[in-house]
């Protein structure tokens, strides 16, 4: 089945604790991209990344690092988590970046940082 | 910079009104537009897109859109709405070789 997986899909942790949130998906795709989805802000876009090694920041990079080793894989490292990255995370994935190609979602993370 | 935007915060409609949703971009050129729906607890998932060609598309579950050019609106309709309508929708936007853009989000409440 063609999808977008997400783990963990739910972490509670403390201020400073680094952390590392998965995301893979299985269709070859090129484009991924990590959002956050925050009451009355919609979603934000993070970080994204065009192809493998590629990657640029989105509209709230601050507080994040991203990596794409390799086409299936765009982990979100948090390297000091602060509460006011307590959100929900959600990554996506599409064939390629423009063109005709929608977004892929995963299920969501939900981050809580005390 | 681009960017999308979505008139109503909040709409609360009773099943069987009809439903139409605000969505415009702010930048010229050939665009794609995309509208998704994230239902409670759930993740976002396509409602319908456009690219290019009869300016009305139609969706899942009885939704449609038009895109409208010399507006830069790509509003959301559906003639009759259910009480399982209720969900988040967004608009986004991208074109080729750039990123994609979401709009703030409409909350839709359907009261049975």
């Known amino acids: 089945e063609a999808q977008v997986t997400q783990n963990p899909r739910y972490l509670i942790t403390v201020t400073g604790k680094k952390l590392t949130v998965t995301c893979s998906q299985n269709m070859n795709h090129e484009y991924m991209s990590w959002y956050r989805q925050d009451p009355g802000l919609g979603l934000r876009q993070i970080y994204y990344s065009m192809n493998v090694e590629v990657t640029d920041k989105g509209d709230v990079p601050e507080g994040y690092k991203v990596s794409r080793k390799e086409k299936r894989n765009f982990p979100l490292i948090l390297e000091s988590p602060s509460p006011n990255q307590t959100s929900l995370y959600f990554c996506?994935?599409?064939?390629?970046?423009?063109?005709?190609?929608?977004?892929?979602f995963g299920p969501g993370t939900r981050l809580t940082v005390l | 910079a681009q960017s999308v935007s979505q008139h109503n915060h909040h709409v609360i409609l009773s099943e069987a009104a009809s439903l139409e949703l605000g969505c415009n971009y702010s930048?010229?050129?050939?665009?794609?537009l995309f509208w998704y729906v994230q239902y409670p607890g759930q993740h976002l998932q396509l409602l319908l897109k456009y690219f290019s060609g009869d300016p009305l598309v139609k969706g899942i579950k009885g939704f449609e859109a038009e895109f409208i050019k010399s507006k830069f609106s790509f509003n959301l309709r559906k003639p009759s709405v259910q009480w399982s309508d209720t969900a988040e929708y967004f608009c986004a936007v991208n074109r080729y070789g750039q990123n994609f853009v979401f709009g703030p989000g409409t909350r839709l409440s359907v009261l049975p």
């Open positions: 930048y010229g050129g050939t665009v794609n």
């Open positions: 996506a994935s599409s064939l390629s970046s423009g063109g005709y190609n929608e977004q892929f």
